[in-house]
T-cell receptor, first 117, second 111 residues
């Protein structure tokens, strides 16, 4: 099946710093990538949808200036958490939709655990 | 808005036991329904799906039937294995092509 990677798998940072998380589709081209956030014992919440070459579409309540998303190529999307604070600590998961697939299946990355001290 | 409710875990079973994980949904229109599985340290993987009422999705011995009348999509397996231990997520995709997930149910299978 299609593989999506995320880097780093876990990161610890100090409050006020910025952290960048990468999401890559390894063996397919992804016109659309999604970023989710997962709190302990809660479901995945969609944060934003990014389309290659255009601005991301953010879900209601998600601060676009805090969570910067860039989808510069068909295989890479990045999420930058700017001026991170402890409440941003969470598990961030990306997914990608295969450009060549006739069905809108999303392939998920393994997630990135962010801890802000 | 659209939502998915699934039973809380963990569900603890012995090997070869019968598994049911309940999932109900609320949605406008006719969503597609999914079960995803997340093994430790890995990303979510699509386990099975159903796109219309009365469809049965099946994979690796797991089954789920799209029940429009009860708005349910319960996951079942006749005989679980230790290797089935994972977190299972029920999800729907509605008219905006966005996935809406349940909270996940952890399954623990002991030998």
């Amino acid at each position: 099946g299609a593989v999506v990677s995320q880097h780093p798998s876990r990161v610890i940072c100090k409050s006020g710093t910025s952290v960048k998380i990468e999401c890559r589709s390894l063996d397919f081209q992804a016109t659309t990538m999604f970023w989710y956030r997962q709190f302990p014992k809660q479901s995945l919440m969609l944060m934003a949808t990014s389309n290659e070459g255009s601005k991301a579409t953010y879900e209601q309540g998600v601060e676009k200036d805090k969570f910067l998303i860039n989808h510069a190529s068909l295989t890479l999307s990045t999420l930058t958490v700017t001026s991170a604070h402890p409440e941003d600590s969470s598990f961030y998961i990306c997914s990608a939709r295969d450009r060549g697939s006739s069905y809108n299946e999303q392939f998920f990355g393994p997630g990135t655990r962010l801890t802000v001290l | 808005g659209d939502s998915v409710t699934q039973m809380e875990g963990p569900v603890t079973l012995s090997e070869e036991a019968f598994l049911t994980i309940n999932c109900t949904y609320t949605a406008t229109g006719y969503p597609s329904l999914f079960w995803y599985v997340q093994y430790p340290g890995e990303g979510l993987q699509l386990l099975l799906k159903a796109t219309k009422a009365d469809d049965k999705g099946s994979n690796k011995g797991f089954e789920a039937t799209y029940r429009k009348e009860t708005t349910s999509f319960h996951l079942e397996k006749g005989s679980v294995q230790v290797s089935d231990s994972a977190v299972y997520f029920c999800a729907l995709m509605g008219g905006f092509q966005k996935l809406v997930f349940g909270t996940g149910t952890r399954l623990l299978v002991s030998p």
